[in-house]
T-cell receptor, first 119, second 113 residues
Framework: EAGVAQSPRYKIIEKRQSVAFWCNPI?????LYWYQQILGQGPKLLIQ????????DSQLPKDRFSAERLKGVDSTLKIQPAKLEDSAVYLC?????????????????FGEGSRLTVL | QKEVEQNSGPLSVPEGAIASLNCTYS??????FFWYRQYSGKSPELIMF????GDKEDGRFTAQLNKASQYVSLLIRDSQPSDSATYLC?????????????FGRGTQLTVWP
């Protein structure tokens, strides 16, 4: 079974530029997450999709970050304009169980991540 | 904001020893707890989950949960150099945040031969 695919793996941009990250979840996984992991910290949820609908985007800086999941499969996370503090690894994860239906519905399968450096 | 705290580390143990990783959480009503392992430059992978008080064993790994003390731990017996990684404790949200995992900062473990 193929895992979660992400691209690009690495991206270096200057502040105020824009960047986009792509994620393809595990086939059949209805729930998709974007996490931000700053060096030395744990992952922080940015946005959660259930199929193509947004479940939780309360921690997404909406003035500069946007995400979409058209057709309920692939997803794109965009940052525009980027700031220095956006330097981080952006992790995409997917899961197959509906959030809240099963208590053990927390097994997230993560992609390799996209490392962003903003200069 | 849910808080998940982990002992800061780094933790260094000799091969064959028991490594003990600790985590506390702020939401007393939390029900589900997870331990992820993250190798340097890699993505996190789930190694244990627990939601009942007591111990849960899987091979060399034992997760312990004490809801009264809001404390969850991970024990690694017979530690191996391949266990060297950062271990992330995560707690599942409730109510309006159901589905969200709150992660701690992680504890870096080094097992030396």
């Amino acid at each position: 079974e193929a895992g979660v695919a992400q691209s690009p793996r690495y991206k270096i941009i200057e502040k105020r530029q824009s960047v986009a990250f792509w994620c393809n979840p595990i086939s059949g996984h209805a729930t998709l997450y974007w996490y931000q992991q700053i060096l030395g910290q744990g992952p922080k949820l940015l946005i959660q999709f259930q199929n193509n609908g947004v479940v939780d985007d309360s921690q997404l800086p909406k003035d500069r970050f946007s995400a979409e999941r058209l057709k309920g499969v692939d997803s794109t996370l965009k940052i525009q304009p980027a700031k220095l503090e956006d330097s981080a690894v952006y992790l995409c994860a997917s899961s197959s169980r509906l959030a809240g239906v099963f208590r053990a519905a927390g097994e997230l399968f993560f992609g390799e991540g996209s490392r962003l450096t903003v200069l | 904001q849910k808080e998940v705290e982990q002992n800061s580390g780094p933790l260094s143990v000799p091969e064959g020893a028991i490594a003990s990783l600790n985590c506390t959480y702020s939401d007393r009503g939390s029900q589900s707890f997870f331990w992820y392992r993250q190798y340097s430059g890699k993505s996190p992978e789930l190694i244990m989950f627990i939601y009942s008080n007591g111990d849960k064993e899987d091979g060399r790994f034992t997760a312990q949960l004490n809801k009264a003390s809001q404390y969850v731990s991970l024990l690694i017996r017979d530690s191996q150099p391949s266990d060297s990684a950062t271990y992330l404790c995560a707690v599942k949200g409730r109510g309006s945040t159901l589905g969200r995992l709150y992660f701690g900062r992680g504890t870096q473990l080094t097992v030396w031969p």
